[in-house]
């Protein structure tokens, strides 16, 4: 090994310092930029994204946590670090308005059904306990 080779040697891992210093550099620059605009984007009732899959509403950042909340009203906490943007979520959009009328007709029907099930259970419940439901 003469010195040729130390200073080929020398010279290649230099470079691949210098190449690693330069790709961290920018991945700090890229995960910076990605943080600022996060952060921008994220208002109150703008829809979240997690890696899981999740979508919440934004409503508040304490520290590392944000609490998002659930379509029911919900509130739950996730890490900063479970969000992988700021997206709208892809719900269907119904273009029919006869199948939304129709829906909704089938649901108070249901809510009716419900309620008049309820009513017979009361009753039978009553006849059992040898109460009169009739006055």
Known sequence: ??????????????????????????????????????????????????FSGFFGRYVDTDGDVIILETPKGEETYWLKAAVKGVIEPPFEVVEDEEAVVDAIAADADAD?????????????TNEDDGTDTAK
């Open 1 to 50: 090994m003469g010195p040729e080779f130390l200073i080929m040697m020398l010279l290649l891992l230099g470079g691949l310092l210098l190449m690693n210093q330069f790709a961290k550099r920018s991945q700090a620059k890229r995960t910076a930029e990605r943080d600022k605009m996060l952060n921008e984007a994220m208002v109150p009732g703008a829809w979240i994204q997690t």
């Open 112 to 124: 009716d059904i419900d309620e008049k099930f309820r009513e017979l259970v009361q009753e039978e």
